[in-house]
Structures are given as C-alpha cells and as structure tokens.
C-alpha cells in the first residue's frame, strides 16, 4: 500500500499541549502537514506553537477545548472547513489522555469514569464525527495513542488498563471495517513516557510513583510514531521493556499472573 505523504496534508491531533502529542504536531509541521492541534490548556497550547521553529510549508493551528465536550467536536469540525476547501482529513490522532494510580476498591467511580470518558469515549465519538472528512482522503490514516497497558493489565491502574484495552479493541475492530475504503487504523502502544502525564493524575497522590522496564523521552516516541503512520502500519509496540512486558505475558499468562500479584495491605496495628 501506498506510503502517507505528509506534505501537504491535513492532520487533527488531540493532547497536543505537551508531551507526546506536542512532539508530533511539531514534526507533522516539519513535513509540511497543516496541524490542528488541539488541547484544554491555553496557555501551554499556544507555547507548542510559538516553540515550533517554523520550516517548509507546515503549519501549527490551535484549537482550544475539552475533548470530552462534544461542542468541541463540532469545532474541529468547523475549523476543518476553514482549513481545507473540499473538508479533506488525511490524518486524525487520538492522543489525548490521562491516567490514575492506586487500588481499585479505594477509588470513586468517578476516576473510573473520567479515564474512560478522555481515553476512549471521546476518541471513538471524535473519530466517529470526522469519518466523513477522512473518507474525502486518498489515503486517510487513524491513529490511537493506546499503551502496552492495552495488551498486559498491571494492578494499581485498572481504569487506565481497562480504557487502553478498549482503545485496542475498538482499534482491531474499526481498521476491519475502513479497510475496504482504504483508511488505515494505526495503534501505536508507548511504555512509560517522560512526560507531563505523570503531572495530572486523576485522585492520584502526586508523591505517587509508577514503576517501569525503561521509558522513552516523548520525542522518541513521537519519532515513532510519525514513522508508523507513514508507513501506514497496523500496530506498534515501543520500547524494549514493553515489548518484554506484553510477549511475557502472552507466553506465560499465569507466570505473569504471579509475578504481577499485588501483595495484600498490612494490617496496622490500633495505635491505642
């Protein structure tokens, strides 16, 4: 199948005030991709653009909003008129995320749903809004920001797991039935990334640590996954601990079971 030509196109990413989907708004930009980016915060939104080193023919526009709204959607709809005149889509990328850290059962069912609500909901109701503008593309790209969380689940983050595995599911199921009209699904699945997500987590301590195999700085990962759209791949898996994490536990299911088992609470003694 015919390589993604960025040049010239018409990219939608979300998350794009920091991190990952920073780093790859200003690399679609170097190639000449016209970027409508897209985040909550204002103030680092508009740094991603004014950080961008302006080269070639690419652009960076900024879209303020919460993609869990839906008059947000209807705004990057609107701004896609303006931004090309037969309201073409090449490229969408749902990026935007957030996390939460800490046993299940002493959660609130609200960080529960508001994982659920940033991770998957509002990327599959994005992605459902601009179908028709990507199928007015030659060759259309979807690409969901998922995590090797999505394919081995680890204890103190099950809402994160839950909403990276349904990013998954939803993915292998999508790129089946755009396959005939010749969109192409890209999941690509980072490990822990340096980043600002560890900054906002949901009902999570910010003392809170996350363990990890190895991580890769966000320029590493946006690299790659620029490198997976191009090559309008059907699933990567980035970093050689996530890599060790997800094979593992494919081919040792129980081992793993084992191996991950959160040990039970200490019983504190009655200081009286």
């Known amino acids: 199948m015919t390589r993604w030509n960025p040049a010239g196109a018409i990219a939608v990413l979300t998350g794009a005030s920091s991190g990952i989907g920073r780093c790859i708004a200003h690399r679609l930009a170097d190639r000449g991709t016209t970027v409508l980016a897209v985040a909550r915060r204002e103030t680092q939104l508009n740094d991603t653009v004014s950080s961008w080193q302006a080269n070639g023919n690419g652009r960076i526009v900024p879209l303020v909003g919460d993609v869990t709204d839906l008059a947000t959607h209807v705004d990057i709809k609107n701004q896609l008129h303006h931004l090309s ?4 889509l090449d490229l969408l990328i749902n ?6 850290i800490g046993p299940f059962a002493e959660a ?4 529960l749903r508001k994982v659920m609500e940033v991770n998957f909901f509002s990327a599959a109701e994005l992605t459902r809004s601009l179908l028709p503008s990507l199928r007015q593309s030659e060759s259309a790209v979807i690409c969901n920001i998922g995590s090797v969380l999505g394919h081995c689940a680890v204890p103190d983050k099950s809402e994160y797991c839950a909403s990276k595995f ?6 292998d199921s999508l790129r089946c039935e755009l396959a005939c009209e010749g ?11 340096r980043s600002e997500f ?13 363990k990890s195999l190895g991580s890769w700085p966000a320029d590493r990962v946006a690299a790659a996954t620029l490198d997976a759209i191009i090559r309008r791949k059907r699933e990567v898996l980035l970093s050689t601990g996530g890599k060790l994490l997800v094979y593992a536990d494919r081919l040792f ?20």
Do not use: C
């Open 85 to 88: 005149k037969d309201n073409r």
């Open 95 to 100: 990026n935007a995320g957030v996390g939460a």
């Open 108 to 111: 609130t069912p609200q960080r």
């Open 166 to 171: 349904a990013l998954h599911g939803w993915s």
């Open 183 to 193: 969109i192409q699904v890209t999941l690509v699945s980072p490990s822990t990334t």
């Open 198 to 210: 560890f900054h906002s987590l949901i009902e999570t301590d910010s003392s809170t640590k996350s």
């Open 253 to 272: 299911p129980g081992l793993m079971n084992k191996v991950l088992k959160r040990p039970r609470y200490a019983v504190k003694a009655n200081a009286n």
